[in-house]
């Protein structure tokens, strides 16, 4: 099955790099439409108020990981304004204007730290310029602060708003040019900003996807095949037009395959309310025979056979492992899976657009709008310049609004009522069975220790989805698999199940199952060392030294590895939580866990208590890691961190997971695929930042993927028991 998300990981990052090196500098546009504004247009970023006030644009879609308050932060800085005067402002969606939009894979802030700030540098230097020509002063005579020009020797000021009309007239300079500040002279970057957004949030005011409204608009409900890749044979159409307030029945492509025929029936209506109850007089048939043979029974069927054969690929191979483990004093092996996991947002997909003299404007919470602008011109055969998307916020994404799907639903409805605007919204069952599944996988893993208890060679045969020797989307593993290129005698081996099931990117995409795995599997393996997992990864880890791995990964994104940054967070959270060893008994039990990942190093250890039941509670988590040399935003980074960690709570705890019967998924809700409610929650996360000479990068996810085997590894530490397998339920620590 294709998915609607085309652009590879590697593909992904190439464009994100190309794409963080274009800035529409000079593009003299307002970012969004504001008829009757008075404010002088500086840039594509930056407008300014007669009351020397800004508007300051953020560029990239805002899911709460804090981008439209953080990006404008690092403008706001060059720019040398207050804080105070700063509005920021979600741009429209233009990669022509502002290069790669994307919220996905923590690449914002890495591609975006030193852009913004030049462009705020270069702002300020055209006021600078605008003020020296004013007063025939020289430029390095001049000050700035609060978005005002100083002249010390005459006395002279100027704010930013009197000099604005003569500055937009400036031409910029190259903004790679331009000086910026040195961080010990930082007044915003590294100061606490509450979310711009939060107190509207607070308030409940519309700011979502689904709060738009549109004078005229309509909206639409929409029934998809339950069944992937099945297809529409018939419906009754006459029964649902025949309801009061329906406006139109319209079969459609659903989009997981364009190319493929009608797999989808929409119902619009003056309410979403009576569209959606109209579905029940729908009565659609589908061809589904060829599907009905996938199912979560079948897949893991296959995927003990094959584990228990030779690996169909190759992945990365070092020494002779088998050798290695036949001479080894001890070995240790296991098997490990995971299931497919659902992104479940609080706010179900939806999305607005209206179609009028052949141009359509989408009002859309994406993730990833350039992928919606290609899918949509595919889906509705028109010119990509002729789409205009306006971004909205986004409640919850994690990955799943990197497909957008929903997009080229609303656009087909959309065409087929022009001059109408048109929301679609999809309810919470159409959400958990049309989503594009976090891909489930089964590892054989086999390790070898010497005499003194040093790991010497690691295998593992790994079984996912995919076919032709590849993985499906969000399935594969990097070929730099933590400790896999510090170990002398290394095979890893994948095979592959052919599915129907679309998959996508769930938050820290296959980190968040990888981690579980090798971090779990390792305790066990320091466990038969005698020692403890801290110790067994610094005795991997060696001496302090960068790793650069010729090749690389799959999707290019971990092409180097700092064996120090790794142990300086590993020692910190054991210096943070106390860390003793290897304790826990009587229904208590520590664990540690430590994943590189997004470019980001992090070691968490967490205290946990498992009841008579078997219910575990996660008591306490210490977290620390290692982002670069900067943070940002201090408050919303450690809010980051702590969702993660829930997040990750979540995967393990709370029963997660997508199953698959007769080709369709079999989750309904929140009492059937549960997130973490707020007992679940930990008393305290305590986070703390190891600050290094490094990049800044992003905090979306590289903090969730520890935190799931350090639980797992609690448990075994309070129980005995060991968890191979996700998610845990209570009968697992009953039995």
Sequence with gaps: MTAPLMLGRRALLKATLVGGAVLAFDARIAFAANPGDKATVINAYIRVNPDNSFIIGAKNPEIGQGVKTMLPMLIAEELDVDWAQVTPETTIADDKVYGFQIAGGSFTTPMNYIPMRQVGAAARAMFVKAAAAQWNVPENALTTAGGTVTHAASKRSATYAQLAAAAAKVAAPALDKVPLKEPAAFRIIGRSKIGIDTPAIVAGKPLFGI?????GMVQAAIEACPTYGGTLVSFDEAAVKALPGIIAVIPMNSSYDLKGGHDAVAIVA??????NQARAALKPVWSVDA??????ASFARQATEKMDGKAETTLFSKGDATRALAGAAKTVSARYDYPFLAHATLEPQNCTAEFRDGKIEFWAPTQFPA?????????IGIAPENITIHMTRIGGGFGRRLSNDYMAQVAQIAKALPGRPVKLIWNRTDDLRHDFYRPGGWHSLSAGLDGEGRLTALTDHFVTYGKDGKPATGAGMHDTEFPVRLLGDVALGVSFIESNVPTGYLRAPTSNAMAFVFQSFLDEVALAAGTDLPEMLRRILGEPRVLK??????????????????????DKVCQMAGWKGREGGNGKGRGFGFYYSHRGYFAEVVDISVSEKGAVQVEKVWVAGDVGAQIINPINAVHQVQGSVIDGIGQILSGQKVEIVNGA??????????????GAAPEDVVVEFVLSDAPVTGLGEPALPPVVPAIANAIFAA??????SLPVVPADLTA
């Design 270 to 275: 003056e309410s979403w309310w009576v569209a």
């Design 549 to 570: 791995f010729e090749g690389g990964s799959p999707d290019g994104s971990t092409p180097e590895f700092n064996t120090g940054r790794a142990r300086a967070i590993i």
């Design 211 to 215: 709060d738009v409204a549109k004078p």
């Design 719 to 724: 129980t005995g028991k060991r968890v191979r």
């Design 371 to 379: 992928d919606g602008r290609r899918i949509v011109a595919e889906a």
């Design 665 to 678: 998924a079999n989750r309904t809700n929140f009492h059937d695929y549960p997130l973490p409610r707020i």
């Design 291 to 296: 599907q009905k043979g996938y199912s979560t």
